[in-house]
Each structure stands twice: as C-alpha cells, then as structure tokens.
C-alpha cells in the first residue's frame, strides 16, 4: 500500500487548509485511516483517525471541533479539513493506515500503523 499526501502550505492563524491522501496498491486490505503530525523537535502525535465505512471517527482534543477527517472510499481518498488553524498547529502532517478494524472510540498509537505516507508540512503563522 503506498500513500501519498498532499494540501500543506502556509496559512495565517485562523485560516483554512484541506489535506488529501490518496492510497493504491492492495487498498482492499486497509480497515483504518488516520492523521498523525510532527512538530519541530516532538514526537509524531495522533490528530484524528475514521474507520472504513467513513462512520466512526475519533480527534485528538485540541483539535476537536476545527478538525474534520473523511474518506472517500470510491477514489481511496483520505481527507483532513482543518479550520481555526493556529500556530502550534505546525507540524509536518502524516497519513496512516491500518489493517485491523476500528472502533473510533481511541486514539491510535503510531505503532499500531502499519503504512505510512510521506509527510506534508502545514505552517501556520501569527
């Protein structure tokens, strides 16, 4: 499974970014996709995961309420909407998938990842 990631850039506090991953080569077997990030000399943290059906999801609190994560399941498509941005939401932003189904009632720990995308990095000023 390959994932690539896309939608970062620089955006004023406050503002808006979309971020897109797209998933090929052997999706069938993916239940679980999820956002991670990673802040300049911090460990990668969980942002938000969504089972398969696109029904269960689950946020981290700061960002519950800004954050909306989605998935396409026509296209393979992972989504993060995030409004309200802020600076300390500055990080390089990670696309995830796992193979076990999910709940969404728990963050995901990054090892339980089994495939990981390439990052792509948000800036918010102030």
């Known amino acids: 499974v390959q994932l690539q990631a896309s939608g970062g850039g620089l955006v004023q506090a406050g503002g808006s970014l979309r971020l897109a991953c797209a998933a090929s080569?052997?999706?069938?077997?993916?239940?679980?996709k999820a956002w991670f990030r990673q802040a300049p000399g911090k460990d990668r943290e969980f942002v938000a995961a969504?089972?398969?059906?696109?029904?269960?999801?689950y946020y981290t609190g700061s960002v519950q309420g800004r954050f909306t994560v989605s998935r396409d399941t026509a296209t393979n498509t992972l989504f993060l909407q995030m409004n309200g941005l802020q600076p300390e939401d500055t990080a390089v932003y990670y696309c995830?998938?796992?193979?076990?189904?999910?709940?969404?009632?728990?963050?995901?720990?990054?090892?339980?990842?089994?495939?990981w995308g390439r990052g792509t990095l948000v800036t918010v000023s102030s």
């Open positions: 995830a998938a796992g193979a076990s189904p999910y709940s969404g009632k728990h963050p995901i720990s990054p090892l339980g990842v089994d495939y």
């Open positions: 080569g052997g999706t069938g077997s993916i239940y679980t």
């Open positions: 969504i089972n398969r059906s696109g029904v269960r999801k």
